[in-house]
């Protein structure tokens, strides 16, 4: 079992900045697998950011340029930076984990992922 607690969200105007942290802890593991995921009301949850313990990265394209996911391993916390906020942000963001993910292009797959956090609500105001 792995517990995620996040923390960071908050109310921002287009064109701000936040960053999230995932303060996880539980089970060992030789390696581990972590993302960002987002669901705004009414919709499904994607896929925002995900990051392996090595240093494998891979982001949606929505948000290159603009978002960039870090894993400190010794801290135990993952981290999305978020700058340029737009309205179209404005969702529940949820840290997720998993021991492994099988193959690359499944890594923003909200299914692959066994852990959740509870989520933190980020709101972007034009």
């Known amino acids: 079992q792995v517990q995620l607690v996040e923390s960071g969200g908050g109310s921002v105007q287009s064109g701000g900045s936040l960053r999230l942290s995932c303060v996880y802890s539980g089970d060992r593991y030789s390696s581990i697998y972590m993302g960002w995921f987002r669901q705004a009301p009414g919709k499904e949850r994607e896929g925002v950011a995900a990051?392996?313990?090595?240093?494998?990265?891979t982001v949606a394209e929505y948000v290159k340029g603009r978002f960039t996911i870090s894993l400190d391993n010794a801290k135990k916390t993952l981290y999305l930076q978020m700058n340029n906020l737009k309205p179209e942000d404005t969702a529940m963001y949820y840290c997720?984990?998993?021991?492994?993910?099988?193959?690359?292009?499944?890594?923003?797959?909200?299914?692959?992922?066994?852990?959740w956090g509870q989520g933190t609500q980020v709101t972007v105001s034009s």
């Open positions: 997720a984990a998993d021991s492994h993910i099988e193959k690359w292009w499944l890594l923003l797959d909200p299914p692959e992922y066994n852990y």
């Open positions: 990051i392996e313990s090595g240093g494998d990265i």
